[in-house]
């Protein structure tokens, strides 16, 4: 067994990565072909990463352009703590009103402390914002991963 195979997450170690951090650092190609890196919160649905942006982002317009993107979950302060994904994936860019306002809600329901629905005032302005967004849903075509927490120490 090769020591890349010995890091692996297994399908529900990807399942809890995903759900316990918040940040992912979405990469796509911006207009002069450099990497374009942003960190986003984000939802895994059904294992696949979801955002929602501005319409008119530079990661938006990028992702219209050429849809490859890679999708960074990370975690660990230390080497020895190391663990995270590495997905690529070519973009879906939701427009849709119900589909936007619905992820909206999902991601606001993940993100603030102690609610388990969206409603009132709140679910009022994520009404109001859904208009100027999208979601981008980033399905796996390849994924790497690792967790130096298996290697016990020993490099």
Do not use: C
Request: glycine share 8%; proline share 5%.
């Amino acid at each position: 067994m090769s020591r890349r195979d010995q890091i692996k997450l297994s399908e529900a170690e990807l399942g809890e990565l995903l759900a316990e951090e918040r940040i992912a650092v979405v990469s796509s190609l911006g207009p002069r072909g450099w990497p374009h890196s942003m960190p986003l919160w984000f939802v895994p649905r059904d294992g696949v990463i979801w955002i929602w942006t501005y319409a008119k982002s530079q990661k938006v317009r990028n992702l219209e352009r050429d849809p490859r993107a890679t999708v960074l979950v990370e975690a660990g302060r230390s080497y020895e703590e190391l663990r995270g994904a590495m997905i690529e994936s070519e973009a879906v860019v939701h427009r849709d009103f119900e589909t936007v306002l619905g992820f909206a809600e999902e991601l606001t329901v993940r993100y603030a402390e102690g609610i388990s629905a969206v409603e009132g005032d709140a679910k009022a302005a994520l009404e109001a914002q859904a208009p100027k967004r999208v979601a981008i849903s980033f399905p796996a075509l390849r994924t790497a991963t690792w967790d130096h927490r298996k290697l016990g120490g020993t490099y």
